[in-house]
């Protein structure tokens, strides 16, 4: 067949976020719904920033429907997310839950002979894994900045404390620049 199916991977059939299609029966307008949880087994998100952390449990209610080109999935995810505020570095927790649609084709189907891989997911031997799915979804979801509150005031660039914790009158003692040369000619020259 097509070169492109060599990168094809197989789902993990065991893996709670792989979706078995079989009973679907290929008829179109067949369809099944499933509610299941999945823990997350890579970051789903942001990573380093936002996102449902590995291990977490996402909420799974999504509706499999046969259709001609392959199984459409749509439905919601819901979960956890923890992340590191962007100007204070505190951490943060928040829920999140997307709305994923996605078409997974049959192999050998017109999608598949006219799409390239990372366009459209593909049924391989009639699994579908919803975790990159939900995945990409989160990635859409949360803030690329995320912040703890909107008026966070951030950090030190003198010393790194937190501004929250420092107060107002924080300052670092900074020497004149005009006062600093003049010390220093006197350092130069004390004879004078
Ligand atoms: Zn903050
Ligand atoms: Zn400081």
Same mark, same amino acid.
């Given at each position: 067949?097509?070169?492109? /199916? ?10 709670? #976020?792989?979706?078995?299609? /079989? ?8 369809? /099944? ?20 952390? %590995?291990?977490?449990? %996402? ?64 049924? %391989? ?8 799915? %939900? ?14 509150? +909107? ?11 937190? #501004? ?14 005009? #006062? ?6 006197? +350092? +130069?020259?004390?004879?004078?």
């Amino acid at each position: 067949m097509s070169a492109n /199916r060599k990168g094809v991977v197989r789902p993990v059939s065991t893996s709670p #976020w792989v979706i078995d299609t /079989r009973e679907l029966g290929r008829r179109p307008g067949a369809s /099944r719904s499933v509610h299941r949880t999945a823990a997350a087994s890579y970051v789903l998100g942001l990573e380093d920033v936002i996102g449902v952390p %590995v291990g977490a449990e %996402v909420e799974l209610d999504v509706l499999l429907e046969s259709v001609v080109e392959g199984v459409l999935v749509s439905g919601t995810a819901s979960g956890p997310l923890a992340g590191e505020c962007s100007r204070c570095l505190d951490p943060i927790t928040d829920e999140v839950s997307v709305r994923v649609t996605e078409l997974f084709a049959y192999p050998a189907s017109a999608t598949d002979e006219t799409t390239d891989e990372d366009e459209v997911s593909r049924l %391989v031997d009639d699994l579908l894994d919803l975790e990159p799915v %939900v995945r990409d979804a989160v990635v859409l979801a949360v803030p690329h900045v995320p912040l703890c509150s +909107q008026d966070c005031p951030g950090l030190c660039p003198g010393c790194g404390g937190k #501004w929250a914790d420092l107060g107002p009158d924080h300052r670092h003692e900074t020497i004149d620049p005009r #006062w600093a040369a003049l010390q220093e000619r006197f +350092q +130069q020259d004390p004879g004078r």
